[in-house]
């Protein structure tokens, strides 16, 4: 976590994207969407948890739409670190999901890109995509970083 003085200066955002092998609504699907909200509800309890993106209805970011392909599902939230956001992922009950992702996605579809934001702000949709692109684009630096190649607020390698 990031302090100066004792206030927390930065939260970590993170967007991941992946591709489905089904339309979500398809029956392969079921058990995925069947546990989404349980999931979202793991992350919302997790200490370290600050936000995350959902429909209009509050569902699941799987139903907000922010690229062409209906197949492409969306993830993104903030964390105010990344030590909090790697506990949900890897250790929560979210964990024994994320294993099983094959399941559900096409192989080597899915991307992650996190980077560091000032304490409060929320970036939008349209930041993140910018983030991913340019991760694909330069590889790992401060500015758009994966879990394996992190940096810490002030800009030098986790």
């Known amino acids: 976590m990031s302090r100066y003085r004792g206030a927390v200066t930065h939260h970590l955002a993170e967007f991941n994207i992946a591709r489905l092998r089904a339309p979500l609504e398809a029956t392969e699907n079921a058990e995925f969407v069947s546990v989404l909200e349980a999931v979202n509800r793991i992350a919302e309890v997790t200490p370290g948890f600050v936000w995350r993106l959902t429909s209009d209805d ?25 030590e909090s956001l790697r506990h949900f992922t890897y250790r929560s009950g979210h964990g024994a999901y994320f294993k099983r992702r094959r399941e559900w996605f096409e192989e080597g579809s899915s991307k992650l890109v996190c980077w560091w934001v000032p304490a409060g702000e929320i970036p939008s949709t349209d930041e993140a995509m910018r983030r991913l692109d340019r991760l694909a684009t330069d590889g ?13 607020p002030d800009g030098t390698p986790a």
């Not at 509050?58 to 990344?82: C, F, G, H, K």
């Not at 790992?140 to 810490?152: E, L, R, Y």
Request: aromatic share 18%; no cysteine.
């Open 58 to 82: 509050e569902r699941s970011a799987s139903y907000v739409q922010v690229y062409d392909d209906p197949l492409l599902i969306v993830n993104y939230s903030v964390w105010t670190d990344l």
């Open 140 to 152: 790992p630096s401060a500015a758009a970083f994966t879990f394996a190649h992190a940096f810490t």
